[in-house]
C-alpha cells in the first residue's frame, strides 16, 4: 500500500504569493524554449525528498522533467564496496557505519543480514561516536565511511585530530563534481542543465563547477532545499537553457560562497585523495572515489586486513537482483515507476536494491510520497485552506 | 543526510560547542567550520560538525524549512523530518 498524498494538505508553503509568481514564470520560460522535453538533473536525495515532499512537481511545467542523478551517496556506494565491509565484520572485525549503510545489499548481503548471523555492527549517527566507540577498548573498529564531500570533511576531522590506533577507517566516500561529467556524457540521459546540492557546494564553492560548465557548455545552479530556494533555482537554470548560456548562477548565497570552506577543504584533502572507480549503477568515475592518503596507511582497515572478498562469491546471489533498476534510475534514464518490483517486490522494509533503502535514494522517496508525484494535481498554495507556516 | 541541521552556540569549549536545536542541546565539533564562532552564533551541524557559520541575516531564511519540517514531525514516517532527527542525534551528548 502506498503512502499516497496523505498528508500533503498541511504541507505549505512559505509565502505562496511568490511561490505561484515563479511557477509562472517556469513554465513562461520553458514555453518559451520551444523544444519538449527539457530535462533537468539535479544531484542531491534532499533536493528530491523536498520535490516530492512538497508536491514540487504538480506545479511544474508539462515540459519541463526534473530527474534526480547520482545524488544519494548510500545508493551509489557500489556493491564491492559493500561487500569489502560485509566481508570484514564476517570475519569478526567490528564495524561502526551510518544506519542506512546497514540495509545496502552486497553481492549476497548486507550488514544486517551479516549481523543476524552474529557479526557485530553498530549504526552511529557521526564518525566522532565511532572513535568513541573504538576508545573504550582495544580491539579493532572500522568504520565503514560513506557519503559525499560534506560526509568526507566529517572523517577527514576525526583523523586529523589523532583517534586512537585501533579506529581505522574503509573508505567508500564519493566526490560530486567529476560523476557530473560522466552523466553529462552519457547520450541516454540529454541533460540540459544541472541543479546542484547546497550543502555539498558549501563545501566545495560553487567555483568547483567552472571547468565543468566550461567544459560541457552546461549551466548549473547551485540552490538550496526550501521549496521556494527550489523554484528559483529552476527558474535561473531554465533562463540559462533559454538564452543558451553556460554559466554557474548561485542560487543560496546564504549558504554557498564561490571559494566554499576552505578550511574544509584543507582538511579534506590532507587525508583523502581522489581516484577512480565505479559508482553503483552508473559506470568508473575518474576521480570520483576518495581514499585515504599514504600517510594514514595505518588507519586504512584496506591495508591492514586482507579482506575476503572472493568468500561471499560461494553463496547465490539474491533473487530479484537481476530485475532491479537502481543504475538507470540513477543515471536519469528511467523512473522508480518503470520498475516492475517498485511498490511490488521492493518496498522499504524488504528492498531489492539500494533506492528503496535509503531515505535519500528515489524509489524510496516516491513510494514514500505517493508513487509518482507528477500524477497528482495540486494547487500552488497547496489548496484553498490556505493556512500557511509563519516565518 | 546532506540537510544538515541549524542551531544557536550557546558555549564553547576549546573544539567543542554546546548547541541549542530546538530546546534540545548538543555537543558539535567545530574543527571544519569556515570562520570563527562565538556563543550566539548559529552554525549548520552535519554528522556532529559544523560546516558553517549562518551569516546573522540569514538566520530567519535558514530556519524556516526545519520549523515547517519539525511542526509536521508527528508524521514517523516523514524522511525529511527523519534526516533532521539524525542530524540532531549526530551531535554528541554532553560529558562526551
Request: with cysteine.
Amino acid at each position: 500500500m502506498m503512502a499516497g498524498n496523505r498528508g500533503f494538505d498541511e504541507l505549505k508553503f512559505r509565502d505562496p504569493v511568490r511561490a505561484r509568481a515563479l511557477s509562472d514564470t517556469l513554465g513562461r520560460l520553458t514555453t518559451a524554449i520551444g523544444r519538449s522535453p527539457v530535462s533537468i538533473m539535479h544531484v542531491c536525495g534532499s533536493h528530491e525528498q523536498a520535490i516530492a515532499r512538497f508536491g514540487l512537481r504538480a506545479t511544474l511545467p508539462r515540459d519541463l522533467n526534473v530527474i534526480m542523478g547520482p545524488g544519494c551517496p548510500v545508493c551509489i556506494t557500489d556493491v564491492p564496496e559493500v561487500d569489502e565491509g560485509v566481508a570484514l565484520a564476517r570475519q569478526g572485525v567490528r564495524i561502526a557505519t551510518y544506519g542506512d549503510m546497514v540495509k545496502v545489499p552486497g553481492t549476497v548481503m548486507s550488514l544486517a543480514d551479516a549481523q543476524a548471523e552474529g557479526a557485530r555492527v553498530d549504526v552511529v549517527y557521526s564518525v566522532s561516536q565511532a572513535v568513541e566507540i573504538a576508545r573504550q577498548s582495544d580491539e579493532p573498529l572500522v568504520f565503514f565511511a560513506t557519503g559525499f564531500e560534506t560526509t568526507a570533511v566529517a572523517t577527514a576531522a576525526a583523523i586529523l585530530g589523532g583517534p586512537p590506533d585501533n579506529f581505522l577507517v574503509l573508505s567508500a566516500h564519493k566526490y560530486i563534481p567529476p560523476v557530473m561529467e560522466i552523466v553529462a556524457e552519457m547520450p541516454a540521459t540529454r541533460v540540459e542543465g544541472f541543479l546542484a546540492a547546497g550543502h555539498a557546494a558549501t563545501i566545495t564553492g560553487w567555483g568547483v563547477f567552472e571547468p565543468f560548465v566550461a567544459r560541457h557548455k552546461l549551466p548549473v545552479v547551485v540552490a538550496g532545499f526550501e521549496p521556494l530556494d527550489i523554484l528559483a533555482g529552476l527558474v535561473k537554470l531554465v533562463e540559462l537553457i533559454g538564452e543558451r548560456r553556460a554559466a554557474v548562477e548561485n542560487m543560496y548565497p546564504r549558504c554557498v560562497t564561490k571559494e566554499g570552506n576552505r578550511r574544509a577543504q584543507e582538511q579534506l584533502w590532507k587525508v583523502f585523495r581522489p581516484i577512480g572507480g565505479r559508482w553503483r549503477g552508473i559506470a568508473h568515475v575518474p576521480n570520483g572515489n576518495l581514499r585515504l592518503r599514504d600517510e594514514w596507511a595505518h588507519l586504512d582497515a584496506r591495508r591492514r586486513f586482507d579482506i575476503d572478498v572472493a568468500g561471499l562469491w560461494d553463496y547465490a546471489p539474491r533473487p530479484l537482483v537481476h530485475e532491479c533498476i537502481c543504475g538507470d534510475i540513477m543515471a536519469g534514464i528511467k523512473s522508480p515507476t518503470d520498475c516492475a518490483l517498485f511498490g511490488k517486490e521492493c518496498v522499504p522494509h524488504s528492498p531489492v536494491g539500494a533506492c528503496m533503502v535509503s531515505s535519500e535514494g528515489t524509489c524510496k522517496i516516491w513510494h514514500q510520497y505517493g508513487g509518482h508525484p507528477d500524477l497528482a494535481p495540486r494547487s500552488v498554495t497547496g489548496g484553498e485552506s490556505g493556512a500557511v507556516c509563519a516565518r | 543526510m546532506c540537510l544538515g541541521v541549524p542551531g544557536k552556540i550557546i558555549e564553547i569549549d576549546g573544539v567543542i560547542a554546546t548547541v541549542d536545536f530546538w530546546g534540545v542541546r548538543k555537543q558539535v565539533r567545530l574543527e571544519v567550520v569556515d570562520e570563527p564562532v562565538q556563543p550566539g552564533d548559529y552554525i549548520l551541524n552535519h554528522v556532529g560538525y559544523a560546516i558553517r557559520r549562518i551569516p546573522p541575516g540569514e538566520i530567519q531564511a535558514t530556519l524556516a524549512l526545519y520549523e515547517e519540517l519539525l511542526a509536521h514531525a508527528e508524521r514517523e514516517d516523514d524522511l525529511m523530518a527523519a534526516d533532521v532527527r539524525g542530524e540532531i542525534q549526530g551531535a554528541g551528548n554532553d560529558g562526551r
